[in-house]
């Protein structure tokens, strides 16, 4: 496992490599660095903006250097809009992430922490939760768990149970101030607004426990929903219930 020196001469590398790169005109930090929180366990997160045009040549040329001088053993992409941010694992297992962008949309993506490194940021306007794109995942997901449990697809029903108790606690999340994305906030939670949602966990793959989990999870969005949309609660909720209860 790597270790903090070894993390940081790492990121050091790859800050002096985008300095002397003259494609790359604007870097940031990202991720739990930026964000003051970063632990033995944190990767490296760094967003940088490429200009003329060149972002795929400079994708080429950078994966080549991370396999060949930084001994990384695997990668894939994540695609947001104009920018590509590619995940490398090197051996000793540091993950580190590498988003670029041109330079024209070098920014915040999100909510997530940015610190500006050399060049300029354009402005962007923060991210806005769609709560009620959750709440349609969420009602989907009970239908489709229900459907699952009911053909005897059991580990399919507890993906959709499992998708429907994350979404609650993202919908829960950024109610309460918390980051939504990947459950980030989800630990900073009270115990007093997560703790049905513990209920929604998955014990067995039995039906009868299946179906209780479900029912758990189901009873916990319905109440986290009043919170944003009493109206659509109020149109849902009975009829979710009925479902799961009958």
């Not at 080429?60 to 930084?70: A, C, K």
């Not at 919170?227 to 659509?232: S, T």
Request: proline residues 4%; contains cysteine; charged residues 20%.
């Amino acid at each position: 496992m790597f270790t903090l020196d070894s993390r940081a001469d790492v990121r050091r590398q790859l800050i002096e490599r985008a300095q002397r790169d003259s494609r790359i005109t604007a870097a940031a930090l990202t991720g739990s660095a930026a964000h003051k929180t970063e632990d033995a366990w944190s990767d490296i997160d760094l967003f940088f903006g490429v200009s003329g045009g060149a972002t795929m040549d400079v994708l080429v040329d950078w994966t080549s250097y991370l396999y060949r001088e930084l001994g990384a053993v695997h990668h894939f992409d994540l695609v947001a809009g104009p920018a590509t941010y590619r995940a490398f694992l090197l051996g000793d297992l540091l993950e580190v992430d590498l988003g670029f962008t041109p330079v024209s949309a070098f920014g915040p993506v999100g909510n997530g922490a940015f610190e500006v490194l050399f060049g300029q940021s354009v402005d962007r306007k923060p991210a806005v939760t769609d709560t009620d794109h959750l709440a349609g995942r969420c009602w989907h997901h009970v239908l489709h768990a229900y459907v699952c449990i009911h053909r005897s697809a059991a580990w399919q029903a507890e993906y959709w149970i499992s998708a429907l108790r994350d979404n609650t606690l993202t919908l829960m999340s950024e109610r309460l101030g918390h980051p939504g994305d990947f459950l980030k906030g989800a630990d900073r939670l009270p115990a007093e607004a997560s703790s049905p949602l513990r209920e929604a966990l998955v014990r067995s793959l039995d039906n009868p426990e299946l179906s209780r989990a479900l029912r758990s999870a189901t009873h916990a969005f319905v109440a986290e929903l009043r919170h944003h949309d009493a109206r659509l609660a109020a149109a849902l909720g009975p009829r979710l219930v009925d479902l799961v209860t009958g």
